[in-house]
Antibody
Framework: QMQLQESGPGLVKPSQILSLTCSVS?????????WTWIRQHPEEGLGWIGN???????NYNPSLKSRVTISIDTSKSQFSLKLNSVTAADTAVYFC???????????????WGQGTKVTVSP | DIQMTQSPSTLSASVGDRVTITCRAS??????LAWYQQKLGKAPKLLIY???TLQGGVPSRFSGSGSGTDFSLTISSLQPDDFATYFC?????????FGQGTKVEIK
């Protein structure tokens, strides 16, 4: 059974880079699925950050596009998130998730990591 | 961005009740809609995709319907394990967007 696990610092200083990694186990990262980052603010709900496929093709939320980079390392079965120039508004729980794809069509997020809380504070 | 609006924000109900949560999209999304259940401190769990297809392992008391802009999630007989927050999510047009959530509380 596929499992996802986020890792990375829980505290980041303002203006610095938030960096998280998601480790994939139990199934191949090389299939046709999309690997996704989602965050959840206590007051603002769930927000889709972006995704990547096994070839490295990415899609980003335009609201974050200038600051975000998602990358993949298929040899390590990992994908990563980097968010530049963070502020307090980036404080959230960050989830990695699998977007199940059937060819060109999405079947939504069927596997999630447990989530990791990241606080932006001096 | 496509805005997803859920109602109600909070719903108080008793075990055995039939409950319905609605989700409205700001433009047509065909049936590209999913529903998730989230419990406190946990990741969301996929319940339904393509508006009405039950994810494997999800109890049959959950059902989804709708197309275009108006959707609903129904729990036919609320169970103690169902008290949680429910979110809808569209995957018709990037960026994918979520509703603000509906909290189902014990009455």
């Amino acid at each position: 059974q596929m499992q996802l696990q986020e890792s990375g610092p829980g505290l980041v200083k303002p203006s610095q880079i938030l960096s998280l990694t998601c480790s994939v186990s139990g199934d191949s990262i090389r299939g046709g699925n999309y690997w996704t980052w989602i965050r959840q603010h206590p007051e603002e709900g769930l927000g889709w950050i972006g995704n990547i496929d096994h070839r490295g093709t990415t899609n980003y939320n335009p609201s974050l596009k200038s600051r975000v980079t998602i990358s993949i390392d298929t040899s390590k079965s990992q994908f990563s998130l980097k968010l530049n120039s963070v502020t307090a508004a980036d404080t959230a729980v960050y989830f990695c998730a699998r977007e199940n794809r059937n060819g060109p069509y999405s079947i939504a997020f069927d596997v999630w990591g447990q989530g990791t809380k990241v606080t932006v504070s001096p | 961005d496509i805005q997803m609006t859920q109602s109600p924000s909070t719903l108080s109900a008793s075990v055995g009740d039939r409950v319905t949560i609605t989700c409205r999209a700001s433009q047509s999304i065909s049936t590209w809609l999913a529903w998730y259940q989230q419990k406190l401190g946990k990741a969301p769990k996929l319940l339904i995709y393509m508006a009405s297809t039950l994810q494997g392992g999800v109890p049959s008391r959950f059902s989804g319907s709708g197309s275009g802009t108006d959707f609903s999630l129904t729990i036919s007989s609320l169970q103690p394990d169902d008290f949680a927050t429910y979110f809808c999510q569209q995957y018709h047009t990037y960026p994918w967007t979520f509703g603000q959530g509906t909290k189902v509380e014990i009455k």
